[in-house]
């Protein structure tokens, strides 16, 4: 694949500045860093600029705090004008990180996304008769630094953008030269590449016909146990030695007992919730419920955030579910 080249100047451009501004401040524009940030936008926007062009960016400044959606995760918020940034950057390097993706990756993609990969998930469990389910563990908080940075100077060949990529890995990091930033912009983009290695190593020289990935949840299919079971052990031998990711036990067995997929159970015939997604609704209503009852919450915001919910279980078959807990 060719690497891409003079890409600094179209980042630097004031319109795409000013674009990254806007989807950087959507749904937050009343927040009292995007009004600060707003009350001197074209010096600002200049600033970041002269930075991009200098390589005198400030990076790395994050506020952390936890979430449990289900489990425990450290999300990292960058600064506003960081965020601009990352929105400025990814404006023009979507299209390379997206020409290297294989068909079959549903994370983080335009027209693709969870419901798009049950769907596909579900039409290869009809064909066939096993699965292999595989993940990373602890994904984000490991990625290695210099293998993302190796794929990332196959990609681009500007070295002043590499400048700043480089930058922005290396202004965050668990344990030495590991781990990328939960709530990134760019992490969401470098850790969906960094397993594309591994996507075409399935597709082109496994010869995997169903196989899918999902950020780190990647599964593959077929008709004989014996030869699933084979392709699995070269597929994580490629991962753990080129990669330097730890892989979790995977999860073999036949369709009929259904495979645990982004939050659901797929049978060959039919769509279950899968038990932390029910928790997890349980859970997310009832908190909602609350804060309407105590006037933390208006009509509008309540019914804004219990769509989508409403949306992930009446995707599965859970007419029974909803009745009881509804």
């Not at 891409?4 to 950087?24: R, S, T």
């Not at 290869?124 to 293998?147: P, Q």
Request: hydrophobic share 35%.
């Amino acid at each position: 694949m060719k690497r891409q080249g003079n890409l600094i100047h179209e980042i630097v451009d004031w319109d795409n500045l000013h674009l990254a501004y806007h989807k950087a401040r959507k749904g937050k524009s009343s927040r009292k860093d995007v009004l600060t940030f707003q009350m001197n936008l074209r010096t600002n926007l200049l600033e970041l600029q002269s930075q991009i062009l200098t390589g005198g960016i400030k990076i790395g400044t994050y506020k952390s705090f936890y979430i449990h959606d289900p489990k425990k995760r450290l999300i990292c918020a960058a600064t506003f004008s960081e965020r601009v940034l990352h929105h400025a950057l990814m404006n023009v390097c979507h299209d390379r990180f997206e020409k290297y993706q294989i068909y079959d990756s549903y994370a983080c993609r335009k027209g693709k996304g969870t419901y798009a990969a049950i769907e596909r998930a579900t039409g290869f469990s009809k064909k066939n008769m096993f699965f292999a389910k595989l993940d990373v563990r602890k994904y984000f908080e490991t990625l290695d630094h210099d293998c993302l940075k190796n794929q990332l100077g196959k990609l681009f060949k500007d070295k002043h953008l590499l400048h700043v990529l480089f930058k922005i890995i290396d202004s965050f990091q668990n344990e030495e030269g590991k781990g990328l930033p939960i709530g990134n912009l760019t992490s969401q983009y470098f850790a969906n590449h960094f397993l594309g290695v591994a996507d075409h190593f399935a597709k082109e020289e496994l010869n995997m016909k169903f196989y899918i990935r999902y950020m780190d949840d990647m599964v593959l299919w077929g008709q004989n146990m014996d030869e699933l079971k084979s392709q699995v052990r070269c597929f994580m031998q490629f991962i753990e030695e080129n990669l330097k990711c730890e892989l979790k036990t995977p999860v073999i067995n036949r369709l009929d007992k259904g495979l645990p997929f982004l939050g659901y159970v797929i049978h060959p015939s039919r769509l279950y919730l899968g038990q932390r997604s029910r928790k997890r609704f349980r859970n997310k209503i009832s908190d909602l419920n609350k804060k309407r009852q105590l006037g933390e919450m208006d009509e509008m915001e309540y019914h804004r955030k219990v769509l989508p919910l409403m949306a992930f279980v009446e995707k599965a078959d859970s007419f029974s579910f909803r009745k009881n807990y509804i």
